[in-house]
T-cell receptor, first 117, second 111 residues
């Protein structure tokens, strides 16, 4: 257990429905990432936050995806109008990045496995 | 952006043999190179990492080497055991941004 939790762990939904996932990072960590992993592939970067600010979004993150980290603690990832191609494992990563230092070690949550029927 | 290539995609070795997995990266600004082990249905688990100011790092049976000039890094596992069987991912990070992962190597250690 890395100390990063995600909820739910599994989600089955029908195409067109909206889904929301939650990530609770390690409490003192200031950096939070979302990655997506499909079967047989490495995780792909979606977006990341430094405290409550969303600093970067991947081109993979279509308009149907939105992420928030309102108080710089937990984060939510919402997918609107889900498509079958959204089926994947959604991984949250927590990290502590010093102001003047390099990127910190990244701690993965257990992931939310999404299946869109 | 960064591109990470990983080889081989599958690797089968006999128990006790060594295994080597290689990765190349494209962004010369990358300075952090972790390796993850992922078992089926589980999260990626960090097994070793290296920063660009060193050329080699060891942790028991696992070692990572980095050649910044050639932009490649490798994972070496010695005295492999059946429990080493898993998918291994390399990754690279430039500055303080996000990780870019390789496509993974499925390692099978035959008892």
């Amino acid at each position: 257990d890395t100390g990063v939790s995600q909820d739910p762990r599994h989600k089955i939904t029908k195409r067109g429905q909206n889904v929301t996932f939650r990530c609770d990072p390690i409490s003192e960590h200031n950096r939070l990432y979302w990655y997506r992993q499909t079967l047989g592939q490495g995780p792909e970067f979606l977006t990341y936050f430094q405290n409550e600010a969303q600093l970067e979004k991947s081109r993979l993150l279509s308009d149907r995806f939105s992420a928030e980290r309102p108080k710089g603690s937990f984060s939510t990832l919402e997918i609107q109008r889900t498509e079958q191609g959204d089926s994947a494992m959604y991984l949250c990563v927590s990290s502590l990045v010093a102001l003047a230092g390099p990127g910190g070690t990244q701690y993965f949550g257990p992931g939310t496995r999404l299946l869109v029927l | 952006g960064e591109n990470v290539e990983q080889h081989p995609s599958t690797l089968s070795v006999q128990e006790g043999d060594s295994a080597v997995i290689k990765c190349t990266y494209s962004d010369s600004a990358s300075n952090y190179f972790p390796w993850y082990k992922q078992e089926l249905g589980k999260r990626p688990q960090l097994i070793i990492d290296i920063r660009s100011n060193v050329g080699e790092k060891k942790d028991q049976r696992i070692a990572v080497t980095l050649n910044k000039t050639a932009k490649h890094f490798s994972l070496h596992i010695t005295e492999t055991q059946p429990e080493d069987s898993a998918v291994y991912f390399c990754a690279a990070m430039a500055g303080r941004r996000a990780l870019t992962f390789g496509s993974g190597t499925r390692l099978q250690v035959q008892p």
